[in-house]
């Protein structure tokens, strides 16, 4: 599910700042930086749907792994996911929403060991790859990873590989960051809450 107000350039008109400028004024990286000003207003209620889902799957699962994502859009326009692609685990309950506007939350489980991915395409057609490996409950340094990388359109898996891409995954740690191809992106997993993992991706 999303969460979030959708920050465009009519939102952005309510500050001085931007109130008498036009459309073609107003750019990504504007609504990119009101985006991450407000970032922290819905950010409970993606965080309580991730721990809802994730009792409640522990309730029914209490040998393997679940985590809860949650991905902010600071982009500055509407990212939507390209495709996901699972080498262990599933979703629970539901897949990763279809598409997220510039200022909202997606909130969504996966379990049952879950190592997995979902790239997401924005406006200027730059894929961003987002992966997460939560192997076990034991929650060793070893059993928890994640990886976050940002290139140009299809280059999963015309170029990054499967195998490629869960290596990498696997030799990361607990966070990851990139900074190319016009977007920042930022992913941490495992911190306080063992079973979640944010990622922020805003316009570079």
Known sequence: MTYGLVIDN???RQFPEYKDKTD???T????SKVA????NAYQGEATK?????VAEHSGQDQNTATVGCRIYNASGDRITVNFTHSWLG???KESPDEYVENGQWSAFVVVADPVGTAIYRTNSQTDIFVGWRHYSHTLGSDDISCYVESR????WWEQGSKG???DRLERSGRSSKDDSSGYKVVGSIGGSNPNSYSVIIEKS
């Open 10 to 12: 009519d939102y952005l």
């Open 24 to 26: 073609a004024q107003i």
């Open 28 to 31: 990504a990286a504007d609504r």
């Open 36 to 39: 991450l000003k407000e970032m």
């Open 49 to 53: 749907r991730c721990d809802d889902l």
């Open 90 to 92: 599933y979703f629970f």
């Open 152 to 155: 140009g359109k299809n280059h």
């Open 164 to 166: 490629n891409m869960k």
